[in-house]
């Protein structure tokens, strides 16, 4: 639920317009250092009857990662941005708090009964509520899209484990969790039928993010124009 008009669950965004980035894995690349720098992320979609890319979405920068393995989640804010954020994550998720410092929370929740069925199951309280959440609990400002402020990632097949009585697989040499999510400061849309190219900012504080958003295309206008 949102509670409208509280400035402690806003979300002060502002949108810049940059000329259509038609590669976006070397804006990437330039964004990233290679794919090196961590907290960065970029996902792909295209339609599945010509194959041809639809949108590209790049998170330049994140507030905030959320990690989960089996019915523990840790939330944890990547920069001071991210520590307002999870201030209304911390009242939000009260419930499922175990322990919590001013950088982060760790979130336990509880196996769902196999004895219910399938959709009392997935019903339930559950790592999922966490990922609503970090969407949910923000009141977003006029004119900004939904699909403008979401969280991104990855699930791995393990997370199943949590709604599914499933044999434990014998070995896991990767160690990979469950999932990991992260809540974008500067996210980056590039729609390939319309050849734009879009970056959004998030603060959550009492102003806009001042990062700016000329930087991040700088260097990839320096190698591609």
């Excluded at 999870?86 to 919590?100: G, M, P, Q, T």
Aim: aromatic residues 8%; proline residues 4%.
């Amino acid at each position: 639920m949102i509670l409208s008009g509280d400035p402690k669950n806003r979300v002060y965004s502002k949108t810049k317009s940059f000329a259509f980035a038609a590669d976006p894995v070397a804006l990437f690349g330039a964004i990233s250092d290679g794919g090196k720098r961590p907290h960065t992320l970029l996902l792909e979609s295209a339609d599945i009857m010509t194959r041809c890319g639809e949108k590209s979405l790049i998170v330049a920068s994140a507030a905030m990662k959320a990690t989960c393995r089996g019915l523990d989640v840790y939330l944890e804010a990547l920069t001071d941005n991210g520590e307002n954020a999870l201030k209304v994550l911390a009242v939000r998720l009260s419930l499922f708090v175990i322990e919590a410092d001013a950088k982060s929370i760790r979130l336990r929740f509880h196996q769902a009964d196999a004895k219910q069925n399938l959709e009392s199951r997935l019903l339930c309280s559950s790592s999922l509520d966490v990922l609503r959440m970090m969407t949910q609990a923000f009141e977003l400002p006029a004119g900004i899209l939904a699909e403008h402020f979401l969280v991104a990632g990855i699930f791995s097949y393990d997370a199943v484990d949590q709604f599914e009585d499933l044999p434990k697989a014998k070995e896991d040499e990767l160690q990979f969790p469950d999932y990991v999510f992260w809540l974008p400061e500067q996210l980056i849309i590039i729609d390939h039928r319309l050849q734009t190219t879009q970056l959004i900012e998030h603060g959550f504080k009492e102003s806009p993010l001042e990062k700016g958003g000329r930087g991040i295309f700088s260097l990839y206008n320096r190698k591609h124009h």
